[in-house]
């Protein structure tokens, strides 16, 4: 089925593809909310101060063993600098403390795995994975409608997928 999809979109587009983003969903898919606190190097926050509070939210403790789960998303939802809340872009301010709140998004190792597999299986390269809901957004939002808040409803021919998105 994924050759066929690949083969059909080639003659559409006229183009060869090699690699794909492939969208996730089922029960398998977890969230879990993350906080963060770093120290800003040279009191402006620069991209890799970002980056670095990023990074630790990101490492929240994830099951290993039958049940384990892979890092799928990690999505900021607010950052706070010095105790200052509500911040949605800290670079270029001024402050000693960093602090990211996220959402962490995972997926099941096996079918992660599966969903590669299949694909390479297919001739196409896995670039990304991505929640089905974050995937079905990012193809029919702009970043404005994105940003103003917005609910996305794909209603697909066995699952029905949902993403808010809160300004």
Known sequence: AIGRAVEEAELMAGLEIRDVRVGIAGAHIQGVNSHAIVAVKDREIGVDDVRRVIERARAVAVPEGPSSMD???????????????????????????????????????????????????????VAEIALQQFASAEAV?????????VAVIDIGGGTTDLAVFVK
């Open 141 to 149: 939002l702009t970043p404005d409608e994105r940003d103003m808040g």
């Open 71 to 125: 890092v799928v998303h990690v999505v900021p939802q607010q950052f706070v600098v010095d105790d200052q809340m509500g911040v949605r872009s800290p670079v270029g301010m001024n402050g000693c403390r960093l602090e990211a709140h996220a959402h962490i998004v995972t997926a099941g190792r096996t079918a992660v795995q599966n969903i590669r597999r299949a694909c390479e299986a297919a001739g196409v390269n």
